[in-house]
């Protein structure tokens, strides 16, 4: 009997346990999903309009310093922004899984799509921490100073808006292990 469901192309519905399980970690999956919404929309917003000015000498030079300065932050604003729409694009597919918790395709797209935006996110955090970091530490042996030590709200917001990158980062793998978790269940 079970040959012929699997030839005619017809899927069991998942009853019992494993159905509520599938159900609870659907509606987990939409949670995170608004909280990395909320996490990676704050990160781009924070680190773009980071920015500040300097005046030396009673204002004779001004030394202005923002995000556009440097490629690898624009990487970062613009990547968290993508990483934004793809979760609220997501929301709906992730709110189809409460009431569909057999469904494999969905959800097996799903992980690829969350997959690759850990990719995109985690080589803009990346690299936008290493950037922070000289702009903390400075490198003595290339005799680039810390730039931090004049700029610091610029520093101080700029290393806030990591934290929320960081954040989606780490609930895109919650949500990759839950998924993979699901689809192992159905």
């Excluded at 469904?103 to 690299?127: E, F, N, P, W």
Aim: charged share 10%.
């Amino acid at each position: 009997m079970k040959a012929s469901h699997i030839e005619t192309g017809e899927t069991s519905k998942i009853s019992g346990p494993a159905a509520g399980i599938n159900r609870g970690i659907a509606v987990l999956d939409v949670i995170l999903r608004l909280v990395a919404i909320a996490s990676t929309l704050a990160s781009a917003v924070v680190m773009a309009t980071s920015d500040q000015q300097l005046q030396f000498f009673t204002q004779v030079a001004i030394f202005n310093v923002e995000y556009g300065d440097f490629s690898t932050l624009r990487y970062f604003v613009v990547i968290n922004s993508i990483a934004c729409a793809y979760f609220a694009l997501s929301i709906p597919l992730a709110i189809m899984h409460i009431a569909r918790s057999a469904a494999k395709q969905s959800r097996a797209l799903l992980i690829i799509m969350d997959m690759v935006t850990l990719g995109l996110l985690m080589s803009a955090a990346s690299a936008a921490a290493a950037i922070l970091f000289l702009a903390h530490n400075g490198n003595n042996s290339a005799n680039w100073n810390s730039i931090c030590n004049q700029f610091t709200d610029f520093c101080h917001r700029a290393s806030a808006s990591l934290i929320g990158s960081f954040a989606a980062i780490v609930i895109l793998l919650l949500l990759i292990f839950m998924s993979t978790a699901a689809l192992a269940r159905s």
